[in-house]
């Protein structure tokens, strides 16, 4: 698709700050799974933190096309980078934006759009990954108030969060349709805890714990949107996650596919660029014939949204689906054109292929956008 003024604007911003801040330090921080909590305030500093929330709030007030942009720009250098600002503008902002009391919207938007505080979304559990209706967090009524008791797993930005927006059972007759409810839970309350951070194979960069909670007491204000609705709201959050996460699967597949065309064009063998041999050449064609394939799937559903087209759901999980399944045969190839420099960490695309396995898993596994989508096609 073509971008207007706006968005050439913001990919050349966000793209000069990756090149220059993030790709420098995007190897180290992945070798010795630093959080770069540096670069992410600065991120916060410039408007990234709050792409979508509106100006009066403290937001830089963009779409969702702009907004795409920037995660496939970060994560064309860096997945941990791109996963962190991702988790936390979809996952963390957005229930607020959509679902938060006028009240709940002026106590954390201000802070959370500029980097003061990141807001991580606890829907995963032990027990319940891909069944998210699975749940068993509990908050029962206590007084004015309710107490939690339970744990999260595979939280993005658990460690370094001020803000935790989860859910938990309220009633368990009513199932997943009514009986599960959102709260906001802040870092200090008595009670809550991070737990174990996660040694992952990719996205290393980025933080992944647990959440612990054991009898932690919070006041009614702390729901958000309506008892019984949590579940209902997180699964239509999900639906815009979804186009965060086939960007950044986008990013990296893009990112691996210039540095693998680059090195096609420097690297000789049996006298002759290997950029001349069939086999490197259907690779490169393959790719990028996919990557724009990709590209217009996922701006198009972000124009969706934007519109306020009630559908946008159906086509982000098809273009999340192919994205982050694009993006592991790219990256893949791109290993095989470098060869064994490929598989060394000394180059970015073995990152690069870590780091896209975890499309194909987070915000619902391939597995479940197949699901979606056929549910979807046979109504």
């Known amino acids: 698709m073509e971008f207007n003024e706006n968005h050439l604007l913001v990919r050349e911003t966000v793209r000069r700050f990756a090149q220059e801040r993030i790709e420098p330090i995007a190897a180290e921080i992945d070798e010795a799974a630093k959080f770069p909590e540096e670069t992410i305030r600065e991120l916060g500093e410039m408007g990234f933190l709050g792409v979508c929330v509106p100006e009066e ?19 064309k250098v860096c997945g941990s980078h791109a996963l962190g600002v991702a988790a936390h503008n979809s996952l963390g902002v957005g229930p607020l934006l959509y679902f938060g009391s006028d009240e709940q919207q002026k106590k ?29 967090t509990v908050a029962v009524r206590d007084g004015d108030g ?31 349709r009514g009986g ?55 699964m239509q959050i999900l639906d815009g ?22 090195y096609s064009k420097e690297r000789v063998a049996f006298g002759k660029t290997i950029s001349k ?39 982000s999980a098809m273009a999340k689906l192919y994205a982050s399944e ?19 960490r000394d180059y ?5 292929y870590r780091d896209a396995k975890l499309c194909t898993i987070g915000e619902g596994t391939s597995e479940i956008q197949r699901m979606v989508i056929s549910r979807r096609v046979l109504e």
């Open 57 to 75: 709030l403290g937001g830089a007030g963009l779409d969702t096309v702009s907004y795409a942009i920037i995660i496939e720009e970060i994560a």
């Open 108 to 136: 954390y938007l201000p802070r959370a759009a500029s980097g003061q505080m990141l807001i991580s979304y606890g829907l995963t559990e032990p027990s319940a990954g891909s069944d998210a209706g699975g749940t068993k």
């Open 348 to 352: 970015p695309v073995e990152r690069m």
């Open 180 to 234: 599960i409810t959102a709260f906001l839970v802040e870092r200090d309350t008595p009670g809550f805890s991070v737990g174990k951070k996660e040694d992952k194979l990719g996205m290393r960069a980025s933080d992944t714990a647990q959440l612990l909670m054991e009898d932690v007491r919070v006041p009614k204000e702390s729901v958000l949107g309506e008892v019984g609705l949590g579940f209902k709201n997180f």
């Open 277 to 315: 041999f069939q086999a490197i050449q259907w690779m490169l064609a393959d790719a990028r014939t996919e990557i724009e394939a990709a590209h217009l799937m996922i701006y198009d559903s972000a124009v969706r949204k934007d519109r306020g087209d009630k559908e946008f759901g159906f086509y």
């Open 146 to 176: 309710w107490v939690i008791n339970g744990s999260k797993s595979w939280i993005t930005n658990a460690s370094y969060a001020g803000l935790y927006v989860l859910t938990a059972v309220t009633d368990r007759e009513k199932g997943t």
């Open 241 to 262: 996650g979804r186009i965060s996460i086939g960007a950044l699967a986008l990013g990296l597949a893009r990112g691996a596919y210039e540095y693998a065309l680059n």
């Open 326 to 344: 694009m993006a592991m045969r790219v990256t893949n190839n791109a290993i095989q054109i470098l060869g064994g420099y490929g598989y060394c």
